[in-house]
C-alpha cells in the first residue's frame, strides 16, 4: 500500500526565477493542488453591506489557517457563484452557519482542472478549482510545485474580522 502523500507546505517569502519555464513543473503543482484540496475549508463568511442595503458575501477558503481564496456565495440560489460573478443581492437573510455549511459541501465535491496560468510577478502556478462545472477558485502554486501560496491580503482580512 502506498502511503498518502503529506500535505503541501505554504510558501514562506518570495522567490525569484530566472531559468526558463519547465513546463513539467505544471503537473507537479496540480498534484500538489489534488493532494491539499481535501484538507481545505470553509473560514467564516465576510458579509459586507452596500450603501444601498445590498449585500455581497465572501466565504474564505482555508488551509492551515491561511486564506487560499474567496468563493462568492449566491445567497439567491444558495450555492456558490463562479469566479467573477460576485452577486449583490437585497432583501434576503443571511444564517452565516447555513452559508458556511454549503460551501463546505461544495469544497468536497469540487475538483482540480488539470490546467495552470503563470504569474510572473509572484513566479507561481495558478490552477483553478470547479464545481459543478464552475470555477469557483484559484490556487497559486510555487514554480516549483511543491508550496501553495496564500492569498495574503485576505488571510489578514479573516483575521481582523475573526479576531
Avoid at 46 to 66: A, C, L, N
Avoid at 125 to 149: F, T
Wanted: aromatic share 10%; glycine share 6%.
Amino acid at each position: 500500500m502506498i502511503p498518502p502523500s503529506p500535505p503541501p507546505h505554504i510558501r514562506s517569502g518570495w522567490k525569484d526565477h530566472k531559468e526558463p519555464l519547465d513546463l513539467k513543473l505544471v503537473t507537479k503543482a496540480i498534484e500538489t493542488v489534488k493532494v491539499a484540496l481535501p484538507l481545505f475549508t470553509a473560514g467564516l463568511p465576510i458579509v459586507k453591506r452596500g450603501p444601498g442595503g445590498e449585500i455581497h458575501i465572501d466565504v474564505p477558503t482555508m488551509y492551515m489557517d491561511f486564506a487560499i481564496d474567496r468563493i462568492h456565495y449566491d445567497p439567491y440560489s444558495k450555492a456558490p457563484s463562479p469566479k467573477g460573478r460576485p452577486v449583490k443581492a437585497w432583501g434576503v437573510e443571511i444564517n452565516p452557519q447555513e452559508v458556511r455549511q454549503t460551501i463546505e459541501v461544495a469544497l468536497k465535491e469540487a475538483y482540480v482542472i488539470e490546467a495552470a496560468e503563470f504569474r510572473e510577478p509572484e513566479n507561481a502556478w495558478v490552477i483553478p478549482v470547479a464545481w459543478n462545472k464552475l470555477i469557483i477558485m484559484y490556487v497559486k502554486v510555487s514554480y516549483d510545485g511543491r508550496e501553495l501560496i496564500p492569498d495574503y491580503g485576505l488571510t489578514e482580512e479573516v483575521r481582523r474580522y475573526v479576531i
